[in-house]
């Protein structure tokens, strides 16, 4: 039993990471459970406001679960890539303009095939820039706490257990699933996308070990998407969100536009993808993640 659960260096990988995962989603499931059934919500609307709160509190939860077991395990936060890094800034800038570009790249590619057209601004006066400071708010939300939940705690402690790269594949094919089946109308060619870049995400922490890069490319690709072009989202019913920047339409094949699913199940993301796994290689292209044990 002992051979089970300690290994040579310790509590194995795989005992560890569930216990994160309960200290996480135990009180969060507990919290859910009391706003449904004594506040008789439901359901969170697609919007700003709503967005912004309910990523906040999972945040909170995936960073108080983080540091509940770097105080077990007597590492700092940096071991695990979610630390306040002195160049955490500069690749956070980094990363947001790679989503902001990667974005902009598919979108003028489904324009240039007649899937995306512009008239105007959907919003005007100070209402644009009230929504976009919250969406803004809200995407960066989104953006720490799954990077922080999914590919901090746990990428470095599946990594020490089964090896970096096992673990970046099996934690990425469980987001992909997690989109694909806990989103309605979903199609492969999402789950595949979405996975790939959880993959991308990984190499980036692979090679500028923390997740800062990450947190910026998630928050600007989906910001530029959503919120400045009008994507459509399964999470939205399939339409734009409130608020969005530009008075825009999708028009054609689905497979060129990604339908209700938004940009990041068109086709072009494949080349897209293959192009930004290259040119982060040749920008980035010392490992520095999972760090020797230096505690």
């Excluded at 906040?56 to 540091?67: E, H, Q």
């Excluded at 989503?99 to 919003?123: K, P, R």
């Excluded at 100070?126 to 706490?145: G, K």
């Excluded at 997740?211 to 998630?218: D, F, K, L, M, Q």
Aim: hydrophobic share 55%; glycine share 14%.
């Amino acid at each position: 039993m002992r051979g089970a659960l300690v290994g040579p260096s310790g509590v194995r990988a795989g005992w560890r990471l569930l216990a994160f995962l309960v200290v996480v989603n135990v009180p969060l499931g507990l919290l859910q459970w009391v706003v449904i059934k004594v506040f008789h919500v439901e359901h969170v609307d697609f919007a700003a406001g709503p967005l912004i709160l309910g990523e906040a509190v999972s945040l909170a939860f995936a960073a108080a679960g983080t540091l509940v077991m770097a105080r077990w395990e007597r590492r700092r936060l940096e071991r695990y890539g979610v630390g306040l890094v002195p160049e955490g800034i500069a690749l956070l800038g980094e990363g947001t303009l790679w989503g902001a570009l990667s974005n902009l790249a598919v979108i003028a590619l489904i324009a240039l095939c007649g899937g995306y057209s512009v008239t105007g601004l959907d919003v005007h006066g100070v209402a644009l820039v009230t929504t976009t400071l919250l969406w803004v708010a809200a995407f960066l939300a989104i953006a720490l706490a799954e990077e922080v939940y999914f590919r901090g705690y746990p990428l470095y402690t599946l990594s020490t257990g089964i090896g970096f790269w096992p673990a970046a594949a099996l934690l990425s094919l469980g987001f992909g699933a997690l989109h694909f089946f806990g989103k309605p109308g979903e199609t492969w060619v999402d789950g595949t996308t979405v996975s790939l870049i959880a993959l991308f995400f990984c190499l980036t922490i692979r090679r500028t070990g923390s997740v800062w890069w990450a947190v910026g490319w998630h928050f600007s690709w989906n910001w530029m998407s959503m919120g400045i072009f009008g994507s459509p989202n399964t999470g939205n019913q399939g339409r734009p969100l409130p608020g969005h920047l530009l008075a825009s339409s999708f028009h054609g094949s689905t497979w060129l536009t990604g339908g209700p699913m938004g940009a990041e199940a068109s086709l072009w993301m494949f080349p897209l993808l293959a192009a930004l796994f290259g040119l982060f290689h040749l920008r980035h292209r010392v490992a520095r993640f999972p760090a020797e044990d230096g505690r």
